[in-house]
């Protein structure tokens, strides 16, 4: 029976113009890794401007909440399939914080290198996510003051660096947004366990050394 649900569910997904992989997905972040998310904002279809929500200048087209508001992000698969069964083409966002990853984030040319010499160096690292103007590197939780603390410390930050923590969203594989696809750099390991991701700290920490040594001042984007 769960198969003949399943492939109802594809069949009606792709009748509606969507995708069933989307859908898959984001129970998979919901209901087996027990990261809340919910829809974002579609592009706009027309191409009159590149979001579908109400500001003409959106400077994360396609890749943001709108209704609902991420509040209402969720880890029932119930209403997560609800939702999706009703915007089948909507990107996959995640709450970060609190429970769920956080993320650093810079722009994909900077996180390219940097990522290069961090695998020379033998450094794990968790999943990385791609778009094609920025990637972002998950963390465990982290809180403001811990956040605050540690770039405090630091003697210089890259004014490029983005922190997705507590209140903050990241758009998931495999969504397609305003800037483009949505793509694991480093995919999650296979399993019904949650991904292994790493402390704040030691992303940032790893990060800023790297681009300072590589001499990448990518700007801000």
Not at 33 to 56: K, M, Y
Request: charged share 20%; with cysteine; proline share 11%.
């Amino acid at each position: 029976m769960r198969e003949i649900l399943g492939r109802r569910r594809r069949l009606l997904s792709r009748r509606n113009g969507g995708r069933p992989e989307l859908i898959d997905a984001a129970v998979t972040y919901a209901a087996e890794w027990q990261w809340p998310v919910l829809p974002g904002v579609a592009p706009d279809p027309q191409g009159r401007v590149r979001c579908a929500c109400p500001d003409p200048e959106c400077t994360v087209p396609g890749a943001h909440p709108f209704d609902p508001g991420l509040l209402a992000a969720t880890t029932d698969a119930r209403m997560v399939r609800w939702w999706w069964s009703n915007r089948p083409s909507a990107p996959i966002i995640l709450a970060t914080g609190d429970t769920a990853p956080c993320a650093v984030s810079l722009p994909a040319l900077a996180a390219s290198r940097a990522l290069a010499l961090l695998d020379r160096r033998g450094m794990r690292l968790g999943p990385v996510v791609a778009s094609p103007t920025r990637w972002a590197l998950l963390v465990k939780p982290y809180s403001m003051e811990q956040l605050g603390e540690l770039l405090y410390a630091k003697d210089f930050v890259p004014g490029s660096l983005r922190f997705h923590g507590t209140g903050g969203y990241l758009a998931l594989p495999p969504s397609e947004t305003g800037q483009g696809a949505v793509r694991w750099e480093r995919a999650p390991l296979p399993g019904s366990a949650a991904p292994w991701v790493p402390d704040v700290e030691a992303v940032v920490d790893a990060v800023v050394d790297a681009l300072t040594r590589t001499g990448v001042s990518a700007p801000e984007l």
